[in-house]
């Protein structure tokens, strides 16, 4: 298990666990500044509640990447039922002649 500590918001924390450092950095780094981001709009914020709104910020950006990523599916699904239905049907064609 690894010990690694990072900084956030002008807090230190340790993180325990087994994940890429580079990787935990790199979280750690993409919270402080959604935290920075979100704290210029709302001066004199209480941290707990500053760290609430951020994390539903990032929850909003998970859930809308999410959607489009169903999205995605849903249109590759519905262009490879069209191609199936095409090699299909040229296939019907070859056998008939």
Excluded: C, W
Excluded at 1 to 13: A, P, S, T, W
Excluded at 26 to 37: C, G, I, S, T
Excluded at 60 to 76: A, D, P
Aim: net charge negative; glycine share 6%.
């Amino acid at each position: 298990m690894n010990k690694l500590q990072v900084e956030i918001f002008g807090q230190r924390y340790i993180l325990k666990g087994n994940a890429d450092e580079a990787y935990a950095k790199e979280l750690a780094l993409y919270v402080d500044q959604k935290m920075n981001e979100t704290a210029v709009h709302l001066k004199g914020i209480q941290p707990s509640k500053l760290a609430v709104l951020t994390a539903m910020n990032i929850a909003h950006e998970l859930f809308q990447l999410k959607n489009r990523q169903k999205e995605r599916e849903t249109v590759i699904g519905g262009k490879t039922r069209d191609i199936i239905e095409s090699i299909e049907l040229q296939f019907e064609e070859l056998k008939i002649d």
